[in-house]
């Protein structure tokens, strides 16, 4: 799991990065900075992330969209 990863699904939800961090990934924005930055993901949700294809946003609502 790399930052280049979660960056484009930040980039392609069109979220901001302190929604993303609230909505998708239930941490803190400073969490979803040091991430960014390159900090060590922990490994759970590394893998998490690294099974997530998409995150749509429609009327409000996100749809976090993962690999079977």
Do not use: C, K, N
């Amino acid at each position: 799991m790399t930052s280049d990863h979660v960056s484009r699904l930040i980039a392609s939800s069109g979220l901001s990065h302190a929604d993303f961090a609230r909505l998708v990934l239930g941490r803190d924005p400073r969490s979803l900075r040091r991430y960014l930055a390159g900090d060590a993901i922990p490994p759970t949700l590394a893998a998490w992330l690294a099974s997530v294809e998409r995150v749509e946003v429609t009327r409000g609502r996100v749809t976090v969209v993962v690999q079977r």
